[in-house]
């Protein structure tokens, strides 16, 4: 490995003082680093801050390679490690961008062993011949833990050939590290991990005012086949037809997860009915979920919590008819449970705001959504929304209420998603699913004695 000033040196013929020079005028946090087998050039990396005012606490990494003939031995790994923690040391910088081809498996493998997470997608950002390629934005935000460096050699040796077995062949060797590893447990350390660990932490909500709100909510969906999930899914149900990445997935050693979205475990169940039968699907459920991602700021919030999810599955119609259809269902569904916490719980719920938020390709949708919206709801504002990511099919619908503090709180979402297509392996299925927040009503609007 070496510093910017001896790679600006091997490629160039002026003499060292000279380059140092120039050097010591660049931004410190714009650095390049190489490694070198023997005299050659193998690797390099390369990161800069971006120059406007109101983005310089922002990073881009802006190339990565390493040579065909050194590649799989953790060259690129390190590269980028080494240059991420030079940052760290500048200041000023919170967070370093990327973006990574989609077709770049093993690039974004390492970025994501690296600590960055996916959040959005550029579409046909690369044009080769006749072939568009999308790039996925990535980051990574260095105000957080740093993260841990990268596998040892006989560690990412031991994950690669237990990754290549199915599931179930890994199985029986996870299970028996897990099995070893709870035979050196004391019970302190039980102790110890339940006072800190907020996966295992207790919810702040009193499970009266949960219960309350679950009965409110399956009753609001009565048009809804009301079922009860599974604690676990099949490993891969968020990952694998959505841009979700396993690391905030809480993965067993049994080939499952545990529920991180239940719209993704109704959407197999969704899938199967359809293959039972031609009708549409109409699924809800109330469900404890886990994930394995930053808390987002705010009293009251943990690792799990409750949800409310909605979800309509079936062949596509005319004029977008069916998409349309489920929306407004969901929408209704949402606002009617509103209207019983509301009168439940003796709080008044302050403004309701829809927002709808489109592809140009889906803005014929949005705009037969609105006028429907405005007749079933007349008492909600419809709003424009931001383009949905695309982890949306085209189109997203946010449910924003003022809560009694004053603060506009997101409370749910709706959306079209490409999921059923791929679970049918046909494009005519469509598959519109919501998400609400059931922990947000206790906690934003109800009595005070039913957090804890």
């Known amino acids: 490995m070496q510093s910017d000033i001896e790679i600006a040196q091997r ?83 919170a967070q370093v961008e990327l973006l990574v081809a989609t077709t770049s498996v093993a690039a974004r493998r390492l970025y994501r062993r690296l600590g960055f997470v996916w959040c959005g997608r550029q579409p046909r950002a690369i044009v080769q011949g006749a072939e568009a390629i999308d790039e996925d934005m990535m980051v990574l935000r260095l105000g957080a833990a740093p993260p841990r460096g990268p596998l040892r050699d006989d560690d990412r040796a031991l994950a690669d050939e237990l990754a290549a077995r199915t ?40 499970l009266r005012a949960v219960n309350r709100a679950d009965a409110m909510a399956l009753d609001a969906a009565d048009g809804y086949d009301a079922v009860l999930l599974s604690p676990l899914a099949p490993l891969g149900c968020c990952a694998v037809v959505s841009p979700s990445h396993q690391h905030r997935i809480v993965s067993t050693s049994r080939g ?72 407004v269902r969901h929408a209704v569904v949402i606002h009617r449970l509103l209207d019983s916490w509301q009168a439940s719980s003796g709080t008044p719920i302050g403004n309701r705001v829809v927002s709808l938020g489109c592809t ?30 695309p982890y949306y099919a085209g189109l997203r619908a946010l449910v924003d209420v003022d ?36 922990q947000l009503l206790p906690l934003m609007f109800q009595r005070t004695s039913d957090v804890r």
Request: hydrophobic share 45%.
């Open 167 to 206: 599931p179930s062949e890994a199985a029986p060797a996870l299970l028996e590290v897990a099995r070893q590893q709870a035979a050196r447990r004391r019970p302190a350390d039980l102790r110890d991990q339940h006072a800190r660990d907020p996966f295992v932490a207790l919810s702040p909500l009193d």
């Open 256 to 327: 499952t997860e545990v529920v991180a979205d239940p719209t993704n475990s109704l959407a197999l169940e969704c899938a199967r009915r359809l293959r039972a039968h031609a009708g549409d699907v109409r699924l809800c459920t109330v469900h404890q979920v886990v994930r394995a991602q930053q808390l987002p700021p705010g009293r009251g919030f943990t690792q799990h919590f409750r949800m409310l999810a909605l979800a309509d599955a079936g062949r596509a119609r005319a004029d977008h008819g069916f998409d349309v259809d489920a929306v």
């Open 403 to 438: 809560a009694p503090s004053g603060k506009r709180v997101n409370v749910a979402d709706t959306g079209l998603f490409d999921w059923m297509s791929q679970l049918m392996s046909d494009r005519r299925y469509r598959f519109v699913a919501s998400g609400l927040g059931l």
């Open 11 to 93: 490629a160039t013929l002026l003499p060292i003082a000279d380059i140092a020079q120039r050097l010591a005028s660049i931004d410190p946090a714009t650095v390049v680093f190489g490694a070198f087998d023997g005299d050659a050039l193998v690797g390099a990396v390369g990161i800069g801050r971006w120059a406007p005012a109101k983005a310089r606490h922002r990073a881009l990494l802006w190339g990565m390679y390493v040579a065909p003939t050194h590649r799989r031995r953790g060259l690129g790994e390190a590269l980028v490690a080494r240059a991420v923690d030079q940052l760290r040391h500048v200041g000023g910088i």
């Open 360 to 389: 140009d390709a889906a803005r014929p949708i949005r705009d037969r959504l609105a006028r429907r919206l405005a007749d079933e709801l007349p008492a909600v504002a419809i709003a424009e929304g931001p383009a949905p990511a």
